[in-house]
Nanobody, 121 residues
Framework: QVRMVESGGGLVQAGGSLRLSCAAS????????MAWYRQAPGKQRELVAA???????NYADSVKGRFTISRDNAKNTVYLQMNSLKPEDTAVYFC???????????????WGQGTQVTVSS
């Protein structure tokens, strides 16, 4: 079974930076797209940024120019560098992997458990 483990969340002041990491494990051959989502209290989960296996990226308008998504295919890890953080970025951040090919199966989607990011004003 594929397991996604996030790290790097925390409390930061407005204008600060954080770097999130998410490592996938479980006898993985390949992963198609990887992405970061976030969910603020009382709001729906929303896509923050995504990256294909070839490195193409897309971002939510609210984070363009401030956040950068990247991945290390050899480590099955996706990162989210968050700069110029704002209080409205406060949320639980989840990583997601699409179409994970392992030694025994293909998983269409896998989610991490979430990591809290809190930005104080």
């Amino acid at each position: 079974q594929v397991r996604m483990v996030e790290s790097g969340g925390g409390l930061v002041q407005a204008g600060g930076s954080l770097r999130l990491s998410c490592a996938a494990s479980g006898s993985i051959f390949s992963i198609n797209a990887m992405a970061w989502y976030r969910q603020a209290p009382g709001k729906q989960r929303e896509l923050v940024a995504a990256i294909t296996s070839g490195g193409s990226t897309n971002y939510a308008d609210s984070v363009k120019g401030r956040f950068t998504i990247s991945r290390d295919n050899a480590k099955n890890t996706v990162y989210l560098q968050m700069n110029s953080l704002k209080p409205e970025d406060t949320a639980v951040y989840f990583c997601n992997a699409q179409r994970i090919v392992t030694t025994t199966r293909v998983e269409l989607s896998s989610w991490g458990q979430g990591t809290q990011v809190t930005v104080s004003s």
